[in-house]
């Protein structure tokens, strides 16, 4: 089985979380179920355990270590869970995330630029799958690596310097029948949101999802305003 995951230690990944994930896959594993590619978080700081993220052919598996690297918490999202994906680099490393069919949204920062790219290749490849099933019958698929848009600001402290860039794959909408309330008229000088980037509509998305979940705004006003960003993505 170890033997199968040294192929995962070409981009930078720490072997010893790698060593550490392999004993604890074997058993999680299911029938007919192949890892596809590991990343591992890499911080500017010594991290003596770093958390990790596994993508199989049908699942995301979030992996953090926990009692000083005695035990580990496992999280897994099937792929017909996810509704998005996205990449976001910064000048350490870069931020791998996604967001499900039932609203939650889950990202791993620190992971190395070129582990990002092939985790977000993987992901693109198994959601295309089941957007199109026939395809699992495709002897050979091209790998494309995904366009990054580069955007950036010169800033006196390098600290807060950021280039940032995203990548996105979002399946086809269900139709809608629901009767929603209508968005509150927006503040004068606020952005609108068709001027907004997709990165920046997941980012309030998300501002909302929490606004909900501490009971600030009722579930008919959040209903309302993730259908207007998604009309926008």
Same mark, same amino acid.
Do not use: H
């Given at each position: 089985?170890?033997?199968?995951? =040294?192929?995962? $230690?070409?981009?930078?990944?720490?072997? =010893?979380?790698?060593?550490?994930?392999?004993? +604890?896959?074997?058993?999680?594993?299911?029938?007919?179920?192949?890892?596809?590619?590991?990343?591992?978080?890499?911080?500017?700081?010594?991290?003596?355990?770093?958390? #990790?993220?596994?993508?199989?052919?049908? !699942?995301?598996?979030?992996?953090?270590?926990?009692?000083?690297?005695?035990?580990?918490?496992?999280?897994? @999202?099937?792929? &017909?869970?996810?509704? #998005?994906?996205?990449?976001?680099?910064?000048?350490?490393?870069?931020?791998?995330?996604?967001?499900?069919?039932?609203?939650?949204?889950? #990202?791993?920062?620190? /992971?190395?630029? /070129?582990?990002? !790219?092939?985790?977000?290749?993987?992901? +693109?490849?198994? $959601?295309?799958? $089941?957007?199109?099933?026939?395809?699992?019958?495709?002897?050979?698929?091209?790998?494309?690596?995904?366009?990054?848009?580069?955007?950036?600001?010169? *800033? %006196?402290?390098?600290?807060?310097?950021?280039?940032?860039?995203?990548?996105?794959?979002?399946?086809?909408?269900?139709?809608?029948?629901?009767? @929603?309330?209508?968005?509150?008229?927006?503040?004068?000088?606020? !952005?609108?949101?068709?001027?907004?980037?997709? %990165?920046?509509?997941?980012?309030?998305?998300?501002? @909302?999802?929490?606004?909900?979940?501490?009971?600030?705004?009722?579930?008919?006003?959040? &209903?309302?305003?993730?259908?207007? *960003? $998604?009309?926008?993505?």
């Amino acid at each position: 089985m170890k033997e199968q995951f =040294k192929k995962f $230690l070409n981009e930078e990944q720490d072997p =010893k979380a790698i060593e550490k994930i392999t004993s +604890k896959l074997t058993d999680l594993l299911m029938k007919g179920e192949e890892v596809g590619y590991i990343a591992v978080q890499k911080k500017p700081t010594l991290t003596v355990f770093p958390d #990790s993220i596994v993508l199989t052919n049908k !699942r995301i598996i979030i992996c953090k270590p926990k009692n000083l690297g005695l035990s580990m918490d496992f999280t897994d @999202y099937t792929w &017909d869970d996810i509704a #998005s994906t996205f990449v976001k680099e910064n000048i350490l490393g870069s931020e791998f995330s996604f967001g499900t069919k039932t609203d939650l949204a889950v #990202s791993i920062d620190y /992971i190395p630029k /070129i582990q990002a !790219r092939k985790i977000y290749t993987y992901a +693109k490849e198994q $959601l295309d799958l $089941l957007k199109n099933p026939v395809q699992t019958a495709t002897p050979v698929q091209e790998t494309t690596e995904p366009v990054f848009e580069e955007e950036e600001e010169e *800033i %006196e402290e390098v600290e807060t310097e950021e280039v940032t860039s995203f990548a996105e794959i979002l399946p086809a909408a269900p139709a809608v029948t629901e009767t @929603y309330e209508p968005l509150p008229t927006q503040p004068t000088g606020e !952005r609108k949101l068709s001027d907004l980037s997709k %990165e920046e509509l997941f980012d309030k998305l998300q501002n @909302y999802k929490k606004l909900l979940d501490n009971g600030l705004i009722m579930q008919g006003e959040y &209903d309302a305003y993730k259908k207007e *960003i $998604l009309s926008y993505m």
